[in-house]
Nanobody
Framework: VQLVESGGGSVQSGGSLTLSCAPS????????VGWFRQAPGSEREGLSC????????FYADSVKGRFTISRDDAKKTVYLQMNSLKPEDPALYYC???????????????????????WGQGTQVTVSS
């Protein structure tokens, strides 16, 4: 199982980026997908999750109202639209998946990195002030 994140880059404060998460050899139909980030010297932070049926979506308070998670119709890619980026947002951003139906059932479980089995390599986001 290989996940590939893309879309990272460098933007000015207040700018936007859209991250993509796509598996290399399968579709995401039966997987909950989470987005996480980790800055140097910091713990991994859960940002958002979307469940298998696209019925439950949760966000961390730090990104609520600025970030939007979505899944495309063919369920081959999950996106994280990031708007109003702030100087505190720079980090390595990861997507992760798990096929357990309970992973993205609450905000607490959905943003808990230990519950996800498969991770991508990450894509770097930099924000300049």
């Amino acid at each position: 199982v290989q996940l590939v994140e893309s879309g990272g880059g460098s933007v000015q404060s207040g700018g936007s980026l859209t991250l993509s998460c796509a598996p290399s050899e399968f579709t995401l139909d039966s997987y909950a997908v989470g987005w996480f980030r980790q800055a140097p010297g910091s713990e991994r932070e859960g940002l958002s999750c979307i469940d298998q049926d696209d019925e439950r979506i949760f966000y961390a308070d730090s990104v609520k109202g600025r970030f939007t998670i979505s899944r495309d119709d063919a369920k081959k890619t999950v996106y994280l639209q990031m708007n109003s980026l702030k100087p505190e947002d720079p980090a390595l951003y990861y997507c992760a998946i798990d096929d357990s139906p309970g992973v993205c059932r609450t905000q607490t479980t959905g943003l808990w990195s230990d519950l996800y089995d498969n991770w991508g390599q990450g894509t770097q986001v930099t924000v300049s002030s």
